[in-house]
Nanobody
């Protein structure tokens, strides 16, 4: 089992920044990739970004490229999501997920553990 705990969500004005954290515990040796997904009210869950453990490649949805950055701290088993230039359409619950597959990328079905989610609200 892997446990994932997100933190860092909140309310921010458009153009502002937030940093989300996702701390993994448990059988972390099984993790080969981690990703962030988000779900806005009335919408399907969508892929935001992912990073694999080796070689640390990153992948982004077109909607967040150039504004969001994913990074990892192996020593802390933590993944971060730095979100800059936030827009009202970024408002959603953000979920962290882990996968035993290095190339999980944006395929939600390849992630087997999920965090509880953290709310991000961007006001206009």
């Amino acid at each position: 089992q892997v446990q994932l705990v997100e933190s860092g969500g909140g309310l921010v004005q458009a153009g502002g920044s937030l940093r989300l954290s996702c701390a993994a515990s448990g059988r972390t040796f099984s993790i080969r990739a981690m990703g962030w997904f988000r779900q806005a009210p009335g919408k399907e869950r969508e892929f935001v970004t992912a990073i694999n453990w080796n070689p640390g490649s990153t992948y982004y949805a077109d909607s967040v490229k150039g504004r969001f950055t994913i990074a990892r701290d192996n020593a802390k088993n933590t993944v971060y999501l730095q979100m800059n230039s936030l827009k009202p359409e970024d408002t959603a619950v953000y979920y962290c997920a882990s996968s035993p597959t290095a190339q999980a990328l944006g395929v939600a079905g390849l992630y087997n553990y999920w965090g509880q989610g953290t709310q991000v609200t961007v006001s206009s």
